[in-house]
C-alpha cells in the first residue's frame, strides 16, 4: 500500500512509516500460538506493546483520513 501512495506522490511521514512498520512486526507473532517455540504468544506482549500498537493505528487511521479529506 506504501507503493501506491508513493506512485501516486503522497509523502508518507516518517513517524507514520515508523508506526507501519511497528505494526506489521506483531501481524504474525500475534495471530499464531505456534510461532513461538513456548508459550502462547499472550505470554509474550505486554500492556505497553499494545498501547503502543493502538497509538500507532489511531495514528494511521487519522493519517489516512486527512489524506482522503485532501484528496476529495
Known amino acids: 500500500m506504501i507503493r501506491e501512495l508513493k506512485n501516486r506522490n503522497i509523502e508518507v511521514p516518517k513517524e507514520i512509516l515508523n508506526c507501519i512498520i511497528e505494526l ?3 501481524y504474525i507473532p500475534s495471530r499464531y500460538p505456534d510461532v513461538f517455540s ?6 509474550y506482549y505486554s500492556r505497553d506493546d499494545g498501547l ?4 500507532c ?3 494511521i ?4 483520513n486527512r ?4 484528496t476529495m
Open 24 to 26: 506489521d512486526r506483531h
Open 38 to 43: 513456548e508459550g502462547a504468544p499472550m505470554d
Open 52 to 55: 503502543r500498537c493502538i497509538s
Open 57 to 59: 493505528a489511531e495514528k
Open 61 to 64: 487511521v487519522e493519517w489516512v
Open 67 to 70: 489524506i482522503i479529506e485532501e
